[in-house]
């Protein structure tokens, strides 16, 4: 354990197996999760309702720069990996290097995983890995309006002319 709900990949997969033996719900989601927002923390809170515990599949820093440019993440990895542990809702998050999740859930083996609305089911390529070891996908939990895009785009609009608060 890296800190506490962090966990290496391996580890974190025993300690799944042993979950799943004892009749436990894996649920898994995975991303970016750059800026902490509202949409996220109602997401991962849904996600959770689903099952018996929580694992967040969290992007590093290189493979958000693959996936959305030089300037992200705005927030380091470790940073990021910290403030989903301290959420309620989450139980265990890993830290995956790839650009997508399929050998991390071909580990992990999670009884459902799932993804927002803005996915179709039919575009998920980590669905086959899931569902090969017998587990299921769900899509479609998602809050309207509320992505870290969208807020990237607010504070840049509302502060593009503003003075800079920070002292040297």
């Keep these: 354990m890296l800190r506490p709900k962090i966990y290496p990949r391996n580890e974190l997969a025993s300690i799944l197996q042993q979950s799943k033996v004892e009749g436990n719900v894996v649920v898994t989601t995975n991303g970016c999760f750059d800026v902490l927002h509202l949409g996220h923390l109602r997401y991962l809170q849904a996600a959770r309702q689903l099952g018996d515990v929580l ?21 380091p990895e470790a940073e990021r990996a910290e403030m989903l542990a301290g959420l309620e809702c989450v139980n265990y998050v890993v830290l995956f290097p790839e650009l997508t999740p399929i050998a ?34 769900i899509v479609g939990l998602n809050v309207p309006g509320k992505s870290t895009t969208n807020l990237i785009k607010v504070i840049c609009e509302r502060y593009k002319d503003a003075p800079s608060t920070d002292t040297p």
Excluded: I, M, T
């Design 104 to 137: 991390l859930l071909s580990e992990l083996k999670p009884s459902l995983h799932v993804k927002g609305g803005d996915y179709k089911l039919e575009q998920l390529v980590e669905r086959e890995v899931v569902e090969k070891n017998g587990g299921k996908v």
């Design 55 to 75: 694992v967040v599949a969290l992007n590093s820093d290189s493979s958000v720069r693959q996936l959305k440019g030089e300037n992200r993440p705005l927030v």
